[in-house]
């Protein structure tokens, strides 16, 4: 378990104030904070980069504040991966072994790199490999240590979009398969929604909120945390029914259907950004590819600029951004009902 | 090239660099043409003459090497470590560049001399003498010299990405480690470099060399002592047996830092 206490951080233009958390064996625990929050010089003082001001890093029930680096057993991923240019990919992996008593290190190694599919690359070097897999080979060269906790900043930034959303849900699969207590930092909301067991929002040098990514996403503390965590609706179920990779998910008795593999029985948490969701009048319902239709009653209606914040009760809450001109259109009013739709593509599932 | 611009002011400084590079290769040139071949043969057989060139090669390979011992290690303090006075240091390592050579040589008689400090001390517990020795050219050659090895590897480590070397540190290596298998291996380029410019300058010196030790000679005091003993004629010839070896060293040591002499040495 890692434990960080009334951690005070200055250093340059970076003031760090009361930082309190608690990681639990085997978490991922997220940091969400738009940039320029001093979100990396919270990791680079945990990992030993720095000396704290104030307060303690306590590892597995040990003082950390005054080991180096090389001592404290915690990984780190930087956000271009930092791999050595003058190595190979299995050298890069294995840099680390001679340094600690790793059990079984040739059978790990294949172990990992079969896991992260880098097998077929590790003659090559860094200069030769894409984002995607330099991202891999720093995660395998940290895992092979088998570290007490790893830190990530903001690992998936630097990828181009397609590869980082496959990515972003691999990782999670690989940290909890592992079982590594992880450490990240992002100013992605939906990167902190699918990867974190637990979120803590940053502002202005102190973590403002912490919970469940669905009580970060639902009930922010302050305004602060609401505007920038979005207003992305999360939704806690439990899968029904499982066929063709399309999943039922009981949501307070409401069925919603999504695209996923996850197996009958099972928790989740939906999120469904609000511009994917759309309304339409209740006696035009007309048939529609998306797969998820309910009737729902306007709760509120608040105007920002060109378009409308809706919220609804389906059942469940739901939250829509839809253009002034639609709500004009269609004469949508509070307290009526409307058809609420979206796509069964347009779920984002997280396993729990 | 499909747009192609040409302007004057590429022809003029090209004219302008062309007369410097020939400026360097005339006299080497003219030199060679100017060699009568029996007394070329006399003096490259001269088992004095091949001393001194001996010397000279070697003595600054030693120097050259004493130079990276000790350099590199304040290059790498000094690329990575912000401290008082870092400035002050920094244009102490550069003194020697602004320090006429032979008072260069009169300064370490002072220190190295039979009555400077260290020259006794070497004296009373090795029975070791710097004036008239070849432990004397090496410190000449060294102190003239270390500012280039000093330079080029503080380049070399500046220019290596500090984030390897704490993504090393949080693998378990201790900060030896992380300078014997990231940092050195990452900026060898700078030190080699260093390394043969330091060994070009040592080769070279003559005025803080002739003050500590005219005999043993190496070999631009040969070519002196030839010169003012019997004429430009033979002390040319000395010259250019020195220059051929010189340049070869040079070709030798630059394709081994830079693996081809086409290649520049900065990227």
């Not at chain 1, 999670?172 to 939906?190: A, E, Y």
């Not at chain 1, 928790?267 to 609000?274: C, K, T, W």
């Not at chain 2, 003559?206 to 030839?226: C, E, Q, R």
Request: aromatic letters at 10%; charged letters at 20%.
């Amino acid at each position: 378990m890692i434990e960080i206490k009334d951690l005070d951080i200055d250093l340059g233009e970076f003031r760090l104030r009361d930082v309190n958390l608690s990681i639990d064996e085997g978490e991922i625990f997220v940091i969400l904070g738009p940039s320029g929050a001093g979100k990396t010089v919270l990791l680079e003082t945990v990992v030993g980069f720095f000396p704290p001001k104030r307060g303690s890093i306590i590892l597995n029930g040990n003082l950390a504040n005054d080991l180096p680096p090389e001592r404290r057993n915690i990984g780190f991923i930087f956000q271009d991966y930092a791999l050595f240019p003058h190595l190979t990919v299995r050298e890069n992996i294995l840099f680390g072994t001679r340094y600690r008593q790793i059990d079984d290190v040739e059978e790990k190694f294949d172990k990992i790199v079969t896991t992260l599919s880098i097998n077929n690359i590790l003659h090559r070097y860094s200069k030769t490999l894409s984002g995607g897999e330099q991202q891999r080979v720093s995660l395998a060269r940290a895992l092979i240590m088998e570290p007490g906790l790893l830190l990530f900043d903001e690992p998936l930034s630097s990828l181009d979009e397609r590869v980082r959303e496959g990515l972003r849900d691999e990782l999670r699969i690989i940290l909890k398969k592992m079982k590594q207590t992880s450490l990240f930092v992002t100013h992605d909301q939906t990167e902190a929604l699918v990867i974190a067991d637990r979120i803590g929002v940053m502002y202005d040098g102190r973590i403002v909120q912490i919970g469940k990514p669905e009580e970060i996403f639902n009930t922010p503390v302050n305004e602060y945390v609401a505007s920038f965590v979005g207003v992305e609706t999360v939704l806690e179920g439990k899968v029904a029914s499982y066929l063709d990779g399309l999943v039922v998910v009981d949501v307070n008795r409401v069925k919603i259907e999504v695209v996923a593999d996850v197996p009958v029985g099972e928790r989740v948490l939906l999120g469904i950004r609000p511009e994917n969701v759309t309304l339409s009048v209740v006696r035009e319902r007309k048939s529609s590819s998306a797969r998820n239709n309910f009737i729902a009653k306007v709760i509120k209606l608040t105007p920002l600029g060109a378009v409308v914040k809706v919220n609804l009760d389906c059942g469940f809450p739901l939250v829509a951004l839809i253009t002034k001109q639609s709500v004009e259109e269609i004469g949508l009013e509070e307290k009526e009902e409307a058809v609420v739709s979206f796509k069964a593509t347009a779920v984002h599932v997280i396993r729990q | 090239m499909k747009f192609k611009r040409v302007n004057a002011m590429y022809y003029i400084f090209s004219l302008m660099g062309g007369l410097l590079i020939l400026f360097i290769l005339l006299p080497i040139l003219r030199s060679f043409l100017a060699q009568t071949p029996s007394i070329l043969i006399k003096e490259a057989t001269d088992k004095g003459v091949q001393e001194a060139i001996f010397n000279s090669v070697f003595l600054a390979v030693v120097s050259a090497t004493i130079a990276a011992l000790f350099g590199v290690p304040l290059a790498y303090i000094l690329a990575r470590k912000k401290f008082f006075g870092k400035s002050f240091i920094e244009s102490i390592v550069d003194l020697p560049l602004a320090i006429p050579h032979t008072v260069a040589g009169i300064l370490l008689l002072f220190v190295f001399g039979r009555y400077g400090m260290v020259g006794v001390l070497f004296e009373r517990f090795f029975s070791l003498r710097f004036v008239g020795t070849k432990l004397g050219i090496i410190v000449a050659m060294l102190f003239v010299s270390l500012p280039f090895m000093v330079n080029y590897a503080r380049e070399g480590f500046e220019m290596v990405d500090v984030r390897l070397e704490q993504v090393a540190s949080t693998l378990g290596a201790t900060p030896f480690e992380v300078f014997r298998r990231v940092s050195l291996p990452l900026a060898i380029r700078g030190v080699l470099t260093g390394w043969v410019l330091t060994w070009a300058r040592a080769i070279s010196e003559f005025g803080a060399v002739i003050i500590l030790a005219y005999h043993p000679m190496t070999a631009p005091i040969k070519v002196y002592d030839v010169f003012t003993q019997l004429d430009l004629k033979h002390s040319s010839a000395v010259a250019v047996l020195f220059l051929v070896i010189c340049l070869a060293g040079f070709v030798i040591f630059r394709f081994l830092a830079f693996g081809g002499i086409g290649k520049s040495g900065k990227r």
